[in-house]
């Protein structure tokens, strides 16, 4: 044996034998496309720092959802830019606010597609926070009462998981319990988990019109130092009853995602948000990398760290790289 050179190469000589080897393999099921929803009618407009990405009315992302699901995507996170902004973030859980319609059009035009929605106040605050404000503070357990508000009205809406992302603590049982109370058991919680305070999510401020108007998110979005704080964050929520644990941004915190991943029996999701995409697109715009091969890359290194389920812009790309033969 010790003479002999051991050649890993051999595996490596032909597309079809790096195929049959390949230990992890991405499928259409597994992501979910976001959806910005905004008001109007027959609005398409492009988002500047997302190439690719739209702010749709609600007839629009209805026929998105359709030729989606015609793609081979299965699953959407619907976001929305409420017509109106106040302090009680009261657009975020109106019966005929811009997500719930969006939820309703949506069923009908997809039928069989798994909507997800984000449950957060951002969007619908004046000041952009994603909790209730006083005095600059970011206020936590009255926060609870309008996110459950938010989650049980997504879910009247036809919403099948909704995702609290407003980090704020106990949202999730805050959740969990009012769903149950409006006899809303089957609608399954998909909480972010573990989200850091990124720089990452810039784009999406401009896409959901969410940036904060004074100060920023760190004093409930996590430390981008802290992981065993992520572990923690994580046991909260599963004690909580949370349904899927995300982990977001996702490639800077595959390291993150593993360790859930390994601690955890829940589904694990990942969020490859706005600026992992916009960089790609950005670089690629310039010629300097190769889009889909950098896309085909990130996307598998999250799912080798463990992630199950892949929030993604480039969900139909992915698909359709998949249905070429490209990974
Ligand atoms: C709402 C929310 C954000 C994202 C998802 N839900 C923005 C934020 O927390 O600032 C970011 C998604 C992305 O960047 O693609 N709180």
Redesign the pocket.
């Known amino acids: 044996m010790s003479d002999l050179i051991h050649r890993p190469r051999r595996l490596r000589q032909s597309s079809g034998l790096r195929a049959l080897v390949r230990e992890t393999r991405l499928v259409s099921e597994c992501f979910v496309l976001?959806l910005f929803v905004c008001p109007g009618e027959g609005v398409r407009r492009e988002i500047n720092s997302m190439p690719g990405v739209y702010n749709l009315s609600v007839d629009e992302a209805a026929r998105e959802a359709a030729s989606a699901y015609d793609a081979g995507v299965r699953a959407l996170i619907l976001?929305g830019l409420p017509e109106t902004k106040d302090e009680t973030a009261s657009g975020a859980y109106a019966r005929d606010g811009i997500v719930q319609q969006a939820v309703r059009a949506v069923r009908r035009a997809a039928p069989e597609m798994t909507i997800i929605t984000?449950t957060?106040l951002?969007?619908y605050t004046t000041h952009g926070h994603?909790g209730v404000v006083r005095e600059g503070e970011i206020l936590n357990d009255e926060s609870l009462e309008l996110l459950a508000r938010t989650a049980v009205s997504q879910a009247e809406a036809g919403a099948d998981i909704v995702a609290p992302?407003?980090m704020m603590d106990g949202q999730v049982g805050a959740i969990r319990a009012a769903l149950d109370a409006s006899r809303l058991e089957h609608v399954a919680v998909m909480s972010?988990a573990v989200?850091y305070a990124s720089a990452?999510?810039?784009?999406?401020?401009e896409a959901?019109a969410?940036a904060p108007a004074f100060g920023d998110?760190r004093s409930y979005?996590m430390d981008i130092g802290n992981s065993r704080e992520a572990l923690r964050e994580a046991e909260l929520d599963y004690a909580e009853g949370a349904d899927i644990l995300m982990v977001?941004?996702a490639s800077v915190c595959l390291d993150v995602l593993r360790s859930v991943r390994d601690r955890y029996d829940l589904p694990v999701a990942a969020?490859h948000?706005?600026?992992e995409?916009a960089m790609i697109k950005a670089a690629a715009a310039r010629g300097w990398i190769d889009e889909r091969r950098a896309m085909i890359e990130t996307l598998t290194s999250i799912r080798r760290a463990g992630a199950d389920i892949i929030i993604t812009?480039y969900a139909r790309e992915a698909i359709n790289a998949l249905k070429n033969g490209e990974f």
Do not use: H, L, N, W
Request: overall charge positive.
């Open positions: 976001p976001f984000d957060c951002c969007e994603c992302s407003a972010y989200k990452f999510y810039g784009p999406f401020r959901a969410s998110r979005q977001k941004p969020y948000v706005s600026g995409y812009y």
